[in-house]
């Protein structure tokens, strides 16, 4: 790995389905223009083309009412991002889309942990939970995908990615209270065969190959595009016991689409997708020692020197890990879609039915050290989802728009997971008691969940053009989302004994259990938008959204009662409500030489989802449950340029001011944990995951060349983010809050005429240290583990099209 470094330092010296259309079959894309749920399609300069000097900047078209609208007069807060320029920017998934797009938060230590934020909110440190849904909608060519690690799948071939701003309570296809992310891949081609390839390689062995063709079956009627992705990549971290390189990547894509236009009325498309994802990942690696209340000897140093241990580096940057049993996040994606689109005349009637499925291969060393503590902690699952949306949209400009709608959504889990605790389980989770060591040696929980979710809905949304500068546009969805959960833990291995005592120190690392429960609720959601335009390059707009997270139940064990008896009344989590007053201005400035748009907004959470600490007379453990109030509030202001003299501009900054307003039972920090489990009152502090300033900024210069016989045009380009610091941990202690980073990507290369292209990248050119995610390690022992951000690397890419 040393090796790879000084390599990659040496080159960087030397270097210096469903798709696109322009009617209702797009998702969402039936929303009238002043909608909160709009979705954009970016007609921007498509691959091959060039943006002329001296032209307007690239227009972002939405697609509302079957016709084509410019994105600067929808009232909605939404960044869209073409396919071109997640290419020119080197951006090649979700994660590394929070590059470009400052609100968008991505936490993923793994593919069964990753949760994304928008604003803030989407989901809770902790809340790997299957009985929970997410805050922020992911929806790939309409198909709603609820399992978030679908969010690390390699982009392929998109034609756009959208990040739609606050409650999503009216269109979209799942109800989300923080917004949604709408990734549209490209169609296939009715009139030309189009082929196109990538290679890369890079830092770390990086290898991945692209490639995507597609061409008419019959002309004007059938088509199909066939497309394809692999990335490899050896680990960044090097483990001092097993003596090999983690955390590494390991991915396959495959995606399909068949294309008929059966009539002039009827649009048929069928799509198909798989993704397998193997890579010896995730482990974390040690951060840092959070001194706690507890006696010294019951604290990591002096824990740690009784069994002459000592992590492989005190410094995360070193990239030294020593766990050592093996690790894995295995997953393995599919699904097929089918979207149908009929055009009545007066409108349109759009059916997206779908199916999808996930499983979770999962192996972890939980204790994160070479002591034998949590030898593994692994809960494999197997996720499966079929959906159906029907929607009537009108077709033209009205004086009234409209599109109503029906969606069905039904969600099976079904998790079987197994944690085994070692021979230094007891010294390290009991210290301070005078216990055999073999209490906990060999200790194996076997924990078996299944849940059922079943969602229905009905929408409306119209938009009345009271006159051509101002228009009003509500909306209203009705959700019934009914959800039942069985929950069973079965204990095996340890000492053998009948002391009462030890039984209930260990049934307080872990206590076999067994409950069902249920929970079903109705919920309204919906919006009102007023737009005015000043003129006709300034529109102003105001929104009130209204948006709910359903309920959900603990899948992962609940607090007992005096008795010792499930408290099923801590099973149930009560439904999240979301409302959000946003005002914002978009405008075509100074000949149309900038975009600039601005919107500041005011969000309420009530019954914030989030993990909780149990007061009452059972053992004491956290759970899930409902802080009663949180809030947000903030500006972001967005601005591109067009090009000047071969220049691009870029910025976006957004800041964000959240905090817990009440949350009295929430779980104690580091710093407040002492010998005895309690709550503490959060109320007043920061939302963890939240920096209160975030931006991105970036700029390319593109030029005709010519170098030797090839014409065509070389371009620089830089991409920078920055994040200011925030609470890594629910509990927001002092020692899990990670420090302010900024990253900058530099980028050079050569386009050709003839068709083929090669560039170099260098991602985080300045070597930043910078920590993705942290963990407090069980046993509030102290010890914080995490893992340190990318370093510097460098990659070659060549890609070809005909």
């Keep these: 790995m040393a090796v790879r470094n000084r390599l990659s330092r040496k080159l960087l010296l030397l270097t210096g389905a469903a798709c696109l259309m322009a009617g209702p079959a797009a998702y969402a894309a039936d929303v009238a223009a002043p909608a909160e749920e709009g979705v954009a399609a970016a007609s921007t300069v498509e691959e091959g083309d060039e943006a002329e000097p001296g032209g307007t900047v690239d227009t972002l078209i939405v697609t509302a009412r079957r016709r084509e609208e410019s994105a600067q007069a929808v009232p909605i807060a939404l960044q869209v991002t073409s396919g071109v320029k997640l290419e020119q920017a080197g951006v090649g998934n979700v994660s590394q889309l929070t590059q470009l797009v400052p609100t968008l938060q991505v936490l993923s230590p793994n593919g069964r942990n990753t949760a994304l934020t928008i604003r803030g909110l989407g989901a809770s440190y902790g809340l790997a939970n299957d009985g929970l849904e997410q805050g922020v909608g992911i929806y790939i060519d309409g198909v709603y995908n609820s399992r978030p690690g679908a969010a690390l799948s390699d982009f392929i071939y998109i034609e756009r990615v959208e990040v739609l701003r606050g409650p999503q309570g009216t269109l979209f296809g799942k109800n989300t209270t923080a917004g949604a992310l709408n990734i549209v891949t490209q169609d296939a081609s009715l009139d030309a065969l189009e082929a196109r390839v990538e290679a890369t390689i890079g830092s770390y062995d990086l290898r991945q190959f692209k490639g995507t063709v597609s061409a008419p079956i019959i002309k004007d009627v059938l088509a199909f595009r066939l497309s394809a992705v692999a990335t490899y990549r050896d680990g960044d971290v090097y483990n001092t016991v097993q003596k090999k390189d983690q955390n590494a990547r390991e991915s396959e894509t495959v995606r399909g689409q068949l294309y008929w236009q059966a009539t002039d009325k009827l649009l048929l498309r069928f799509a198909a997708d798989y993704t397998a994802q193997q890579p010896e990942c995730c482990t974390q690696l040690f951060y840092k020692y959070g001194p706690t209340l507890k006696p010294a000897n019951q604290q990591y140093p002096a824990l740690a020197a009784g069994k002459g241990y000592a992590p492989p580096s005190t410094n995360i940057f070193d990239r030294k890990a020593d766990v050592d049993d093996l690790i894995q996040a295995d997953q393995w994606l599919s699904g097929l879609a089918l979207t149908a689109d009929y055009d009545f005349g007066f409108a349109t009637l759009t059916a997206i039915g779908a199916h999808r499925e996930w499983d979770w291969e999962p192996r972890n060393d939980r204790d994160y050290t070479a002591l034998d503590v949590t030898r593994r902690s692994n809960n494999p699952s197997h996720q499966k989802q079929d959906s159906l949306e029907v929607r009537l949209s009108s077709n033209g400009s009205n004086t009234v728009d409209w599109t109503a ?398």
């Excluded at 709608?405 to 008691?433: C, F, K, R, S, V």
């Excluded at 849940?451 to 809905?457: E, G, L």
């Design 405 to 802: 709608g029906l969606y069905y959504y039904d969600q099976n889990i079904t998790t079987h997971g197994i944690t085994e605790y070692g021979d230094d389980a007891t010294y390290w989770l009991l210290p301070g008691t005078v216990t055999p060591p073999a209490l906990l040696s060999g200790y194996t929980v076997f924990n078996d969940s299944t849940i059922d979710t079943t969602s229905y809905a009905a929408f409306g949304q119209l938009t009345w053009n009271v006159t051509d500068k101002f228009r009003i546009t509500p909306g209203i969805r009705y959700t019934k989302e009914e959800k039942e959960g069985e929950y069973v833990a079965t204990v095996a291995g340890g000492l053998v004994t009948a002391d009462p005592t030890l039984i209930s120190r260990r049934n307080g690392v872990a206590r076999p259990q067994a409950y069902a429960a249920d929970t079903s609720d109705g919920s309204w959601s919906g919006q009102i938008a007023v737009s005015y335009d000043i003129t006709d390059k300034v529109h102003l707009y105001g929104t009130w959204s209204q948006g709910f997270k359903s309920g959900g139940i603990n899948m992962a064990g609940i607090p007992t009662t005096s008795a010792g008896l499930p408290s099923l009344v801590n099973a149930v989590v009560k439904p999240e409500e979301v409302t959000t007053y946003e005002l914002g201005l978009k405008t075509q400035l100074f000949d149309e030489l900038v975009v600039l748009n601005a919107a500041v907004f005011a969000t309420d959470v009530e019954n914030f989802q989030a993990n909780v600490v149990d007061t009452g007379p059972g053992a004491l453990r956290g759970y899930l449950a409902n802080a009663e109030k949180v809030t947000l509030n903030g500006v972001e202001i967005d601005a591109t340029t067009r090009s000047i003299g071969g220049f691009t501009f870029y910025g976006n900054l957004a800041y964000t001011d959240a905090q817990y307003d009440s949350f009295e039972n929430g779980p104690c920090p580091l710093e407040r944990i002492g010998t005895a489990t309690a709550a503490c009152d959060l109320s007043g502090e920061e939302l963890p995951g939240v920096s209160k300033w975030a931006g991105a900024f970036g700029g390319e210069y593109r030029r005709e060349l010519t170098v030797g016989k090839f014409v065509g045009e070389g371009y620089f380009g830089v991409d920078a983010n920055f994040r200011s610091a925030y609470f890594a941990d629910a509990a927001v202690s002092k020692y899990a809050r990670l420090p302010a980073y900024e990253l900058v990507n530099l980028k050079a290369g050569f386009k050709s005429d003839s068709g083929w292209e090669a560039f170099v990248l260098v991602r985080n050119a300045f070597d930043e240290e910078y920590v993705q995610n942290i963990t407090v390690v069980s046993g509030n022992s102290g010890l914080i583990v995490g893992t340190p951000g990318e370093d510097r690397t460098v990659s070659l890419t060549l890609r070809a099209r005909y």
